[in-house]
């Protein structure tokens, strides 16, 4: 008798003998074969020998199958997987505001209560300062003043028109990092996170020109080097404690003993943040004093050499007011253009333009390319001079500018290291920072630091930069020695970051000559730098 199953019900209790039964295992393909001996099989009675028969459900795999192993694997994942969190019931049970009471909230708040300084008035805190916060004002603030060398009376005594003000609300801010109590208050928590987004890039646009007017003959990527020596996070517990401002930052704990992920994220916070107070308060000036004065850094010191690397000899001439005369922060920082300059910021400019490229007027890119690029760009600007000579000298100079910010390296370099757009491309980035920080503070009054931070990463992309210059078609201007122009004719990955680096260099070089105005201009009128540009399908 053979069996088509493992387990069968027999229907008798007692079979006759049988010599041969065969079963046919569904777990191993080979039929396994049993023998049995007649004479051991017994007439047993119904009431001694019992057969459990199991009914299996046929569509079972079996156990050793590996898709039922993967069924229970699965099963377990889900099983042990871990629970989403839920937010608290606080925010399930608040209604939502409606848009009556949120207009109110807006119209109290302090941000809109400055009109003549809408960026300052963009980065106080959401709503006012409450007793615990004025506690903490009267318990510390005057010793914040006093390390800083600031006057000790309230800045409330300041006039309507003076922005210093507000002095004494932006500093409790950017002292309320976010490991401290306070931050966990909204408004403190928003005031100081948006402080310390605008502080990092007023550092490294006044370090920038600071440094390319120290240094007229040295190329962006030492100057770069010896700014993250200043202000990379590393060096910032030196700074705050050569300041004696520890104890503001670290109420409870030794600075010295805290290991560094405890204790440089919190001072980079607070650092980034008091020059962004500072800097809508005071200037650029004062960061300055703040810098070398009460921080005293120094570019010059030996751990804030740049490595060395092979220098071009650079034989061009520099302006009268570099050559042989190291500029010192004083110097900077007191600089007031004359009121018959040319530019803006005339010292800056002749920083990153050499005297040298006055060779370049009437050259081919200067009658067959200039014109377009300037009908391009909009230049030049209607400017009221009192004398003539002056407008023409500076859209002459203007001229020489634009063809350098076309100038790629390749062609020029190794001849005359600064006939390329290098310098004007490093002030064109940290203003182009700048700029768009300020938009968004002003833009988005109610949006965490954060936030603000990542919008500011994503529009200020390189391929996006680049893309926007190529949108007004101006890529086909550039400078390229015949060599590079072979290699980029057919090579689009190439060419981009060239076209990155002109669109920075044309902003360094609109702040140098009519200012930061220009530079929004440029950015949000001419090349529309918040609009989102899908790839053309």
């Not at 006012?128 to 004025?134: F, T």
């Not at 916070?269 to 300055?288: H, K, Q, R, T």
Request: net charge positive; charged share 25%; glycine share 4%.
């Amino acid at each position: 008798m053979e069996l088509s199953s493992p387990f069968t019900q027999l229907s008798k209790p007692c079979s006759p003998p049988m010599s041969d039964l065969s079963f046919s295992s569904s777990v191993s393909p080979f039929p396994l074969q049993i023998h049995f001996k007649a004479s051991q099989i017994k007439q047993r009675n119904t009431h001694n020998f019992r057969v459990f028969a199991v009914a299996v459900d046929p569509q079972e795999l079996p156990r050793n199958s590996p898709q039922r192993l993967l069924e229970e694997l699965s099963k377990r994942k889900k099983a042990t997987a871990p629970r989403k969190k839920v937010p608290p019931r606080r925010f399930i049970l608040r209604p939502p505001m409606d848009d009556k009471r949120l207009a109110e909230r807006f119209l109290n708040s302090p941000q809109l209560s400055l009109k003549s300084f809408p960026l300052l008035s963009s980065c106080l805190p959401s709503s006012r300062l409450n007793n615990a916060d004025k506690t903490w004002i009267d318990e510390y603030l005057l010793e914040a003043k006093q390390a800083l060398g600031y006057p000790l009376e309230p800045s409330e005594h300041y006039g309507d028109d003076n922005p210093a003000k507000q002095f004494d609300t932006l500093l409790y801010l950017a002292f309320q990092h976010p490991a401290c109590e306070r931050s966990k208050t909204r408004h403190v928590k928003g005031g100081h996170s948006r402080l310390c987004f605008l502080g990092q890039y007023v550092l490294e646009l006044a370090l920038a020109e600071y440094c390319l007017q120290r240094y007229p003959r040295e190329s962006p990527g030492p100057m770069r080097e010896r700014v993250f020596g200043l202000i990379g996070k590393r060096n910032l517990p030196k700074w705050i404690k050569a300041a004696s401002l520890q104890n503001l930052v670290f109420p409870y704990d030794n600075m010295d003993k805290l290991i560094r992920k405890e204790r440089e994220p919190p001072v980079k916070s607070v650092f980034w943040a008091l020059f962004g107070a500072i800097y809508l308060c005071f200037g650029i000036p004062e960061v300055y004093r703040i810098l070398f004065e009460v921080f005293g850094m120094d570019p010059d010191a030996e751990d804030c050499q740049p490595k060395l690397r092979r220098q071009l000899e650079d034989v061009d001439y520099v302006s009268v007011e570099f050559d042989g005369n190291k500029l010192s922060w004083q110097d900077v920082a007191a600089y007031k253009p004359p009121e018959d300059a040319l530019f803006a910021h005339p010292r800056l400019f002749r920083a990153c333009v050499p005297p040298g490229m006055h060779r370049f007027r009437g050259n081919i890119w200067d009658y067959d390319s200039r014109p377009k690029v300037m009908r391009t760009l909009g230049y030049p600007l209607s400017m009221t001079d009192r004398i003539p000579e002056i407008t023409e000298a500076r859209n002459i100079e203007l001229g020489l500018g634009l063809q350098l910010c076309f100038l790629h390296p390749s062609k020029h370099k190794f001849d005359h290291p600064r006939f390329c757009y290098e310098r004007l491309e490093y002030v064109g980035q940290k203003i182009q920072d700048l700029v768009m920080a300020e938009r968004l503070l002003m833009k988005h009054l109610d949006a965490p630091g954060r936030w603000l931070q990542e919008r500011h990463r994503r529009v200020l992309m390189n391929k996006f930069c680049g893309r926007y210059l190529r949108e007004k078609y101006l890529h086909q201007f550039i400078i390229y020695s015949e060599q590079v122009q072979d290699a980029y004719e057919h090579n689009r990955r190439l060419r981009n970051p060239a076209t990155t680096a002109v669109q920075q260099a044309l902003h360094g070089l609109s702040y140098t000559i009519y200012g930061k105005p220009d530079v929004r201009r440029l950015m949000f009128e001419v090349f529309d730098f918040e609009q989102i540009q899908p790839k053309a399908i």
